[in-house]
């Protein structure tokens, strides 16, 4: 089962407003990323939060960590068209030798211009 | 740096035929990843190398699939023969170590008929 869900599934606001993804997990891990993918290109890294920090910027997106609810949330603020992609989570947690990265199965966010 | 740089961008091959992807990584990432992303199973490891030695192939689908890195710039991944359930795009991505940023290629779109 993944690692990383999530929520919404899908998501459609008007140019200017604020997008929240929201990600949940299971296990324990050492950190939390989020990607972006426009359709037909590959995914993009834009932000990486470890398993001690609680939360980070970069620009517009702003990314919180909860490790005691297992849970993650990307919030775009001030929206653009351009923000229109599919958004990922990826959880990494330690094996016996490596960090597992694995994808959730995205949120599709559509911004009406 | 051009980035994870993969070729073709689409393949189009008729079933039972050889198909090889190609993918050159960012230059000093010691780690190689392979990934296969589906509506139906989202993005799917398939597998890694660190200083191009395969690591972990666990999420290699079956025998038909075959990856090699003969050196730091170059790695390949191989179908044979193809079935139509191989269809997919394939990305490559390369990272400093497994718990860090990945920066993914453009992907190849392959349709096996």
């Known amino acids: 089962s993944q690692q990383g869900e999530e929520d919404p599934q899908a998501l459609s606001i008007q140019e200017g407003e604020n997008a929240t993804m929201n990600c949940s997990y299971k296990?324990?891990?050492?950190?939390l990323q989020w990607y972006r993918q426009n359709s037909g290109r590959g995914l993009v890294h834009l932000i990486l939060i470890r398993s001690n920090e609680r939360e980070k910027h970069s620009g517009r997106l702003r990314v919180t960590l909860d490790t005691s609810k297992k849970s993650s949330s990307l919030l775009i603020t001030a929206s653009r068209a351009a923000d229109t992609a599919s958004y990922f989570c990826a959880t990494a947690r330690t094996l016996t030798s490596y960090d597992k990265v694995i994808f959730g199965p995205g949120t599709s966010l559509s911004v009406i211009p | 740096d051009a980035g994870v740089i993969q070729s073709p961008r689409h393949e189009v091959t008729e079933m039972g035929q050889e198909v090889t992807l190609r993918c050159k990584p960012i230059?000093?990432?010691?780690?190689l990843f392979w990934y296969r992303q589906t509506m139906m199973r989202g993005l799917e490891l398939l597998i890694y190398?660190?200083?191009?030695?395969?690591?972990?192939d666990s999420g290699m689908p079956e025998d038909r699939f075959s990856a090699k890195m003969p050196n730091a710039s170059f790695s390949t991944l191989k179908i044979q023969p193809s079935e139509p359930r191989d269809s997919a795009v394939y990305f490559c991505a390369s990272s400093l170590w497994t718990g860090s940023g990945y920066t993914f290629g453009s992907g190849t779109r392959l349709t096996v008929v």
């Open positions: 296990t324990s891990i050492n950190n």
């Open positions: 190398f660190n200083n191009n030695v395969p690591i972990d």
């Open positions: 230059s000093g990432h010691d780690y």
